[in-house]
Each structure stands twice: as C-alpha cells, then as structure tokens.
C-alpha cells in the first residue's frame, strides 16, 4: 500500500486546501486540486508499470530511452471521480477510458445502505492495467462492486485502486475482498461517521465539484 502523504511534498498542500471549508467554496479550485492530486499519483502508479527499452531518433542523434509498453484503462465512479479521472488522464494521455455510475440506496441515517449501479461503460479488459480511481474510499462497497461489474469486459493483468482519502474501514474491507488488488492513497483518516462519510476527510466530493444533488 502507498500513502503518498507519508512524506512531505506540495501534494499536503493540494489536500489541505481541498478539506478547508473556506477555499471549499471555489468549485473550480476544489476540482483543479483533485485534479492535481490526481497528477501527483497517477505519476506514483506509473513507477508500477511496465516499460519498454526503445530507440528514438532526436534531430542530433539516437537516445535509448523507455516508453509505457501499454497504456493503462482509467475506470472512474461518477460523479465525484471525473476532476480525480482527468488528473490521471492528463498523465496517461493515451488511456482508454471505463465509467460507472454508482449511487447508495435510499436509506435512514446510521443505517446500512446498498450499492446500486445505473450506468456503465468499458472498454475489453483482457490483459490490460486496469486503475479504478476513486476519491473518497468509505466503506469500499461502492469500489468492489464497481469492480465486479467491470470484471464482465475481462479479466485485466493487474489491477490498482487509487483515492485521495480512505478510510480505515474501507481499507480493511477491499484487502479482504480485492486482495489482488494494489492501494494507491493520497491519506488515510481516522474513521467513518454513523452515515459513512469520513472522517475528518472534505465533506461529499461530488457536492463539492459540481454543487448540491437534490
Ligand atoms: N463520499 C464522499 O464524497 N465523502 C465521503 O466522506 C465519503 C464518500
């Protein structure tokens, strides 16, 4: 598991302004730094990928140089992941692209909910790098269940889950269930509150980027 706030880097600085209630009130800066933040750790995961050893021919000459032997598939869970999504794409400019459209069922406060999914799309995974990006992992329903929808395009290589902010619970839940799978965080909060938000985490994600659902 990789936890890029372990060290000090501006990727704090990107984080701490996307908690703050008071820069909260710029969407356009909220997006742009879960787009940052994406940026940051697409650039970790690619250090996971596999490159291949290549001849480029520059105007003074032949440099050996490496290039991503494949472009990795982006799935994001909308809405929330599409600023997050963008970061990644940015970095993998030439990757194919999976959405889902995840929501939680109708239910009261401190009661468990369900996962119902409305919308999805991918390209054939077979063999591919598969990177399910995610900003705020909770309980991990929604990312598993996500995932098991995706696995009907194929079976990929290898799989990466990335979110900005995770929770304990969460953490625990997807390395039981999608242990195949390897973690990719911007932080890790304390815990989850009785309606499943972390805490202290930024609040509703989505709400954030694009404004209040009804
Ligand atoms: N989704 C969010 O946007 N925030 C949380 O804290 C949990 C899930």
């Known amino acids: ?21 008071a820069v909260q009130r710029d969407p356009m800066r ?9 940026e940051i750790l697409a650039y970790e995961v690619s250090k996971a990928l596999i490159y ?3 001849l480029v021919e520059t105007p003074l000459g032949t440099s050996k140089s490496l290039q991503l032997q494949q472009s ?8 929330a992941g599409l600023p997050f999504h963008q970061g990644f794409l940015n970095v993998f400019d030439r990757a194919e692209c999976a959405f889902v459209g995840a929501y939680r069922s109708a239910h009261h406060e401190g009661e468990t909910f369900e996962i119902e ?16 990006i995610d900003p ?10 996500s995932y098991r929808a995706l696995l009907r395009f194929g079976i990929p290589d290898r799989t990466h889950v990335v979110a900005a902010i995770a929770a304990p619970e969460g953490l625990a839940y997807l390395r039981e269930r999608m242990p195949e799978c390897r973690l990719w965080l911007g932080a890790v909060d304390a815990q989850l509150d009785h309606n499943y938000y972390i805490v202290p985490g930024l609040g509703d994600a989505g709400d954030l980027a694009f404004g209040p659902k009804l």
């Open 117 to 132: 999914l409305n919308y999805l799309s991918s390209p054939d995974l077979t063999g591919k790098t598969l990177i399910l």
């Open 1 to 21: 598991m990789f936890i890029l706030t372990e060290k000090p880097s501006v990727a704090h600085h990107f984080l701490t302004e996307l908690r703050d209630v």
């Open 136 to 145: 705020m992992l909770a309980t991990g329903k929604s990312l598993e269940k």
């Open 52 to 54: 291949s050893q290549v």
């Open 72 to 79: 990795p598939v982006l799935a994001t869970i909308l809405r």
């Open 30 to 38: 909220f997006r742009r730094n879960l787009e940052r933040l994406g």
